[in-house]
């Protein structure tokens, strides 16, 4: 069974920098796409950023552009979220995302991790 394994949030103040992780498992394919998004109080989920596997092709959502960078170990499974310059605004819970499209679609959601930016 896929799992997603998130890890890295936190409290750090406006200015300062965290990184996520998210470690998957239970696949074989090679193929596929991590997408991090957040959520907010009262808000609705947004995207972040993506990445696709093995290739690496990059997307990040305006908001965070210059500030997120996302990145993989394709050894390990494993795709990062470096977060500098954070803002109160990027507090949210974030999650990762696996999807793969074709004959059978894949769609997997992390557990979630908590990022609170204080100002």
């Known amino acids: 069974e896929v799992q997603l394994v998130e890890s890295g949030g936190g409290l750090v103040q406006a200015g300062g920098s965290l990184r996520l992780s998210c470690a998957a498992s239970g696949f074989t394919f090679d193929d596929y796409a991590i997408g991090w998004f957040r959520q907010a109080p009262g808000k609705e989920r947004e995207g972040v950023s993506c990445i696709m596997m093995p290739g690496g092709g990059t997307y990040y959502a305006d908001s965070v552009k210059g500030r997120f960078t996302v990145s993989s170990d394709n050894a390990k499974n494993t795709v990062y979220l470096q977060m500098n310059s954070l803002k109160p605004e990027d507090t949210a819970v974030y999650y990762c995302?696996?999807?793969?499209?074709?004959?059978?679609?894949?769609?997997?959601w992390g557990q979630g991790s908590q990022v609170t930016v204080s100002s």
């Open positions: 995302r696996l999807s793969r499209w074709g004959l059978k679609q894949y769609d997997y």
